[in-house]
């Protein structure tokens, strides 16, 4: 789906039903749609500056080892695990949302290929 503010509703209700149909825990699904909120929020308002942008992908995964939340846009590039965090809450604007990816996932992955950002996170 288009990368903009109207479609994040599509956005969570598609993971809702993905959780549904891999029979995902009530408190996981809510952590997911955190996670894609986060992500689909991030590339709108900084990849893309607020504007419309390409496409987003998204797909869940149930693997041996957790779920696995699949995420690609193609903003420029941005690694959510270089990006430097804020020191303290404060009155700092943003930075946030890293800190919540990072500390409620067990595993955080991001790659760039074919002119996409790929995130991969295993709850």
Known sequence: ??????????LLAGLAVACTQL?????????????????????VDHGFSGKTG???????????DGLRLHYSDAAPP??????????????????LGLSLLRGMSR???YRREAGRNLVELLL
């Open 23 to 43: 029979a995902v825990a009530a408190d996981d699904a809510l952590r997911l749609q955190l996670f894609a909120e986060e992500l689909f929020i991030n590339t």
């Open 78 to 95: 941005f690694d959510p695990l270089a990006a430097s965090l804020p020191e303290a809450p404060g009155n700092n604007v943003g930075g």
């Open 54 to 64: 390409a496409p987003v992908r998204l797909s869940l995964s149930r693997a041996a």
């Open 107 to 109: 595993e955080l992955h």
């Open 1 to 10: 789906m288009a990368a903009c503010h109207a479609a994040l509703p599509e």
